[in-house]
T-cell receptor
Framework: GENVEQHPSTLSVQEGDSAVIKCTYS??????FPWYKQELGKGPQLIID?????GEKKDQRIAVTLNKTAKHFSLHITETQPEDSAVYFC?????????????FGTGTRLTIIP | EAGVVQSPRYKIIEKKQPVAFWCNPI?????LYWYRQNLGQGPELLIR????????DSQLPKDRFSAERLKGVDSTLKIQPAELGDSAVYLC??????????????FGPGTRLLVL
């Protein structure tokens, strides 16, 4: 089955600086890679996702890059703000109708230092 | 648009007692998922429903866990009897269906279970 590794497990950055979280996956057939943000006491919230037919996707201060050859993808947050503090999870899935299981990484606790 | 609704939000029980969690997915979403999230870990899939059919329950501990989605809308996850190791957050998620953006999963707030 799919295995997703996520690094680092904790990350502290000064407000205004950039944060980068990296994930690797094992199943070369995976083709969908979402990122979720989870605040304390809440469920994961989708913040951005990317499919394997593109290499980069951007939404305001958030961007995701995908390297299919190396089987890794990264989340980039620029101009970080205190409200970005949360736990971030990457995930991977092979969408071939019948095997849509989403496999999550172990999470990165991001702390923005004011 | 209302999100995924779960209840209760918190539950404390003694081991060997039964417990049930309820989920109401986003209106119109055909696919419903139950996940378990242990402390400091990512969510792990327990069961996935397409309408009322359980299409992936390979990770569900069937000796003590059961789930149902009788009318293809609301779902209930039950544990009987609960063990200490069942303490976790139980998350429900839903998606429209299959293909492209329809597969995007939206999560509820979860039920935090503590077994004493």
């Amino acid at each position: 089955g799919e295995n997703v590794e996520q690094h680092p497990s904790t990350l502290s950055v000064q407000e205004g600086d950039s944060a980068v979280i990296k994930c690797t996956y094992s199943d070369s057939a995976s083709n969908y890679f979402p990122w979720y943000k989870q605040e304390l006491g809440k469920g994961p919230q989708l913040i951005i996702d990317i499919r394997s037919n593109v290499g980069e996707k951007k939404d305001q201060r958030i961007a995701v890059t995908l390297n299919k050859t190396a089987k890794h993808f990264s989340l980039h947050i620029t101009e970080t703000q205190p409200e970005d503090s949360a736990v971030y999870f990457c995930a991977a899935r092979r969408s071939n109708f019948g095997n849509e299981k989403l496999t999550f990484g172990t999470g990165t606790r991001l702390t923005i230092i004011p | 648009e209302a999100g995924v609704v779960q209840s209760p939000r918190y539950k404390i029980i003694e081991k060997k007692q039964p417990v049930a969690f309820w989920c109401n997915p986003i209106s119109g979403h055909n696919t419903l998922y139950w996940y378990r999230q242990n402390l400091g870990q990512g969510p792990e899939l327990l069961i996935r429903y397409e309408n009322e059919e359980a299409v992936d329950d390979s990770q569900l501990p069937k000796d003590r866990f059961s789930a149902e989605r009788l009318k293809g809308v609301d779902s209930t996850l039950k544990i009987q009897p609960a063990e200490l190791g069942d303490s976790a957050v139980y998350l429900c998620a839903s998606s429209l269906g299959r293909g492209g953006s329809q597969e995007t999963q939206y999560f509820g707030p979860g039920t935090r279970l503590l077994v004493l």
